[in-house]
């Protein structure tokens, strides 16, 4: 049961979290689709050069690390939802007992 300097159980309230607000995703390595909370989408432009506009998408996925076979690093693509549009993930990160990933994610362009 991984925990902090306070004793809380982030394993089991990062499940109940997930129970409540389920969103799955896939990633590269590991079969199937992973429970997940996906946070609003921030939609905007941006301007490439010569290029023109194009749509800068860019969105968090909370995970717990005991879903995931395999670690999800920055580069790695990932499908959201599960079956859905691919992007990127820009940075992964994780909290101090490592029981979630955030997952920060955009479009491929971005």
Do not use: Q, W
């Given at each position: 049961?991984?925990?902090?300097?306070?004793?809380?159980?982030?394993?089991?309230?990062?499940?109940?979290?997930?129970?409540?607000?389920?969103?799955?995703?896939?990633?590269?390595?590991?079969?199937?689709s992973?429970?997940?909370?996906?946070?609003?989408?921030?939609?905007?432009?941006?301007?490439?050069?010569?290029?023109?506009?194009?749509?800068?998408?860019?969105?968090?996925?909370?995970?717990?690390?005991?879903?995931?076979?395999?670690?999800?690093?920055a580069?790695?693509?990932?499908?959201?939802?599960?079956?859905?549009t691919?992007y990127?993930?820009?940075?992964?990160?994780?909290?101090?007992?490592?029981?979630?990933?955030?997952?920060?994610?955009?479009?491929?362009?971005?």
């Amino acid at each position: 049961m991984p925990t902090n300097n306070t004793g809380i159980d982030f394993d089991a309230d990062l499940g109940a979290i997930t129970a409540d607000l389920p969103d799955t995703f896939t990633h590269t390595g590991t079969s199937g689709s992973i429970v997940c909370v996906i946070s609003t989408v921030n939609k905007g432009n941006e301007i490439d050069g010569i290029e023109g506009p194009s749509d800068e998408i860019s969105f968090e996925i909370v995970v717990r690390t005991s879903l995931l076979t395999a670690r999800p690093v920055a580069g790695d693509p990932v499908v959201v939802p599960a079956g859905g549009t691919s992007y990127r993930i820009l940075r992964a990160e994780t909290d101090e007992t490592d029981t979630a990933m955030n997952l920060v994610c955009g479009a491929f362009t971005a």
